[in-house]
């Protein structure tokens, strides 16, 4: 079992919480796909629209660690200057809510996590009219 990111589980405080958002905020900016991946266990399900829009799958899921690899790879490839700005996150039961913004606009991931503190389901949402 691979180690949380951030050191302590998302869950266990309000500060754990904002700490794991920044820190996958930071791991978004670096491009580095592994550092990013990091945040990730198998088996998962990420749901995002833009999954919809750029591979045309009507589900918007994708389940597999190597398939999301290929996905952000994919994603990264195309947006060198992409970047996040980190705004909250907001601490749930068995979840995360992290706000950030994207060049896009305004974004939410909701995560949720394992024992180990990686995520083992995310939901991306968008305010309207950002895709």
């Known amino acids: ?55 045309g799958d009507k589900s918007g899921c994708i389940s597999d660690v190597e398939s999301l690899r290929a996905y952000f790879s994919k994603g990264l490839a195309e947006r060198p200057d992409l970047r996040f700005e980190f705004e909250a996150a907001f601490r749930g039961v068995t979840s995360v809510a992290v706000l950030y913004q994207n060049p896009r606009g305004r974004a939410v991931e909701v995560m949720s996590f394992d024992d180990a503190g990686r995520v083992i389901e995310t939901r991306v949402h968008y305010l309207p009219g950002l895709l």
């Open 1 to 55: 079992m691979k180690s949380n990111p951030v050191g302590q589980h998302p869950l266990s405080s309000d500060e754990a919480a904002q700490a794991k958002g920044q820190a996958w905020v930071d791991a978004w900016n670096s491009h580095d796909i592994n550092r990013i991946m990091a945040f990730y266990a198998e088996p998962l399900k990420f749901y995002s629209p833009l999954i919809v829009l750029r591979t």
